[in-house]
């Protein structure tokens, strides 16, 4: 079953008075618990086809659908709630509440998105802290974790509401690359175990050998498309 | 909405300097205004106080014509029957004391010195029902009925070197026009040190009976001051004595102290206005500390704001955040504005504030002022007032900086270096 769906999609950014293409007819289609990786040089349009696919952003021209939704034409009251529900965030700098513990961070999105029985919440963080490595960390302030486990912290964030769909930015770039690689096999074992949706940009060559699926990009173009089977 | 109030608990916590210094800015600009709000009902309240019990009583009886002169003290305004017009009052039990008084033109002798002064003849078993001269005298005693005596403000009596038992000639001028005058050697019976320094500068007083002959006045006195027992009921007192009056036929006019005070009144009335701007001054203070501080916190928090709309989180939940947060910076800080206020309104209420550090030349300057120490007034709605004004005033101050935090683009937002 199609998650996503990207059907001629073109995306321009006006910087001034010049028009800057970002995306010039881009067409694909996620599959339910994909582990995909959109990959490219800078500049090739990788984090705007994150963006768009997160409901961040609008298409200059063609359609986006989630889940055979269009969601192209929505409001942005609209996004926002698509968002809360249906998509998990992971950032390149973790983007961690600094004043928010652990659980606090991971329980927002549930708060967020409407669960009130605390006891529940505190359930669905405590598993999901767990299931990360984080099971000593639960009351640690960011600023008293290690970049690897802030960013296991922002993965639980991510899937602790159970979304479709989860997107990492370049989620390794600021992680060593052994903390990377375990950051990676970290996803792609709740991938495998909860069938999430993953969709990650890299143009790492580390990051991409894990992905089943990896779509470079090139000037805003889909340069190529392929699955993949290694690790 | 307890998440987010947790957020913004927090995040005040966050900055702690900058906090402090916002803080410190509503809880002084607040506090400041606080005290200057008591101080400033204060001296309304005991200002008009201290006319009242020392020049003007409640109400003045005083011939048609005496009025529109009362600043020249003529005598050719008199009331004829005073006597008949108490008894006639004698049954309002609303009335405390009524007082025949006369006052004139003077000046006072001592050897070669010479000052002018306002004269006063008074009813001496009547006046302190009706003024507070008799519990003003600092020295000697307060005057007996017919005695050839005389009462000196301290002023007056400290500028002419006159003390208790010292003689002194009185000079009362009938006409000051023509220049007729009489002259009485009297003797100094008490010193009046009031709470209201025109008083203490410029008045003196005798018994009723000798000014009448001194001045050939026979038994006619120039005003009835009238001293009713609930300040509250002065329209209807003074109605009810007007209608009385009028059954004698006679044209008498009842002023109340606010138009025989109407001079400080409007003086009053144009500090209040005055006073406006201080508690502006304040807010602005108190206003530029919140945007300030809740802008920069957009600015740092640039990336977190852009997270938080990437987790879904509506423009109205990011806008709640920072007003919360300069609401919980107001709360606190109007709280400790409260402290500040309620303590220097207490100190002033209960020891006053006195200008006599000035000096005596600048305390002389300023004798035009009805008091001579400014005692403040504290109440419960001012500090309430102070509380809600604080907490409205950051509410709204941190709404532009909230603005701005949901005008950003979340893509943009996340993307911020800082």
Known sequence: MSIAKLENVHKVYHIGKIDFPALRGIAFSIDEGEFLSIAGPSGSGKTTVLNLLGCLDKPSRGKIFLEDKDVTALPTSKLADVRRKNIGFVFQTFNLIPVLTAMENVEFPLILGGLHDSKERHRLTEEILTEVGLKDFFHRRPNEMSGGQQQRVAVARALVKRPKLVLADEPTANLDSVTGEEILELMLGLNQKTSTTFVFSTHDKMVMDFARRIIRLRDGKIESDQKVNTK | ?418
């Not at chain 2, 005991?46 to 009242?52: F, L, P």
């Not at chain 2, 304040?282 to 206003?287: D, E, G, Q």
């Not at chain 2, 990011?318 to 709360?331: R, T």
Request: charged share 20%; net charge negative; hydrophobic share 45%.
């Open chain 2, 1 to 418: 909405m307890k998440m987010l109030l947790k957020l913004a608990f927090r995040n005040v916590f966050r900055y702690r300097r900058r906090t402090v210094i916002t803080f410190s800015a509503i809880s002084y600009g607040l506090g400041l205004m606080a005290v200057g709000i008591c101080l400033y009902n204060g001296v309304n309240t005991h200002a008009m106080d201290s006319i009242i019990n020392t020049q003007t009583a409640h109400l003045k009886i005083l011939a048609p014509g005496y009025f529109e002169e009362k600043d020249e003290v003529p005598l050719e305004f008199t009331i004829d029957e005073p006597q008949r017009i108490k008894s006639l009052l004698k049954e309002n039990k609303d009335i405390k004391g009524i007082e025949s008084r006369i006052l004139f033109q003077a000046s006072i002798i001592s050897g070669m010195e010479e000052l002018p002064c306002l004269g006063v003849a008074i009813e001496p078993e009547v006046d302190p029902l009706v003024f507070d001269i008799k519990d003003s005298i600092k020295d000697g005693r307060f005057l007996e009925p017919s005695e050839p005596k005389i009462i000196l403000g301290s002023t007056l009596a400290r500028d002419l070197g006159l003390e208790v038992g010292d003689d002194c000639v009185l000079r009362m001028f009938l006409s000051t026009e023509d220049f007729i005058w009489n002259a009485l050697d009297l003797e100094i019976t008490g010193i009046a040190h009031t709470e209201n320094p025109t008083v203490n500068r410029q008045t003196v007083f005798i018994p009723l009976s000798l000014a009448q002959e001194a001045l050939s006045l026979d038994n006619r006195v120039t005003e009835l001051a009238v001293r009713i027992e609930d300040r509250n009921r002065l329209s209807d007192v003074r109605e009810s004595i007007q209608s009385r009056l009028a059954t004698l036929g006679t044209d008498y006019e009842v002023v109340s102290f606010k138009e025989y005070a109407s001079d400080f009144v409007e003086l009053m009335k144009m500090r209040s206005r005055v006073q406006v701007l201080i508690p502006l001054m304040m807010i602005l203070i108190a206003t530029l500390g919140i945007v300030n501080t809740m802008l920069m916190a957009v600015l740092e928090r640039t990336r977190e704001i852009g997270m938080l709309a990437a987790m879904g989180m509506r423009k109205m939940e990011v806008m709640l955040v920072f007003v919360f947060e300069g609401a919980i910076i107001g709360l606190f800080g109007s709280l400790a504005a409260c402290a500040i206020g309620g303590l220097g309104g207490w100190y002033l209420e209960a020891k006053g504030f006195s200008l006599s550090f000035l000096g005596e030349e600048i305390t002389d300057m300023l004798s035009f002022l009805p008091m001579e120490v400014f005692r403040g007034d504290l109440t419960a709605g001012t500090l309430l007032f102070t509380l809600v004004l604080g907490i409205v005033v950051s509410i709204l101050a941190s709404l532009y900086p909230a603005y701005k935090a949901v005008k950003l683009d979340p893509i943009q937002a996340l993307r911020h270096v800082g």
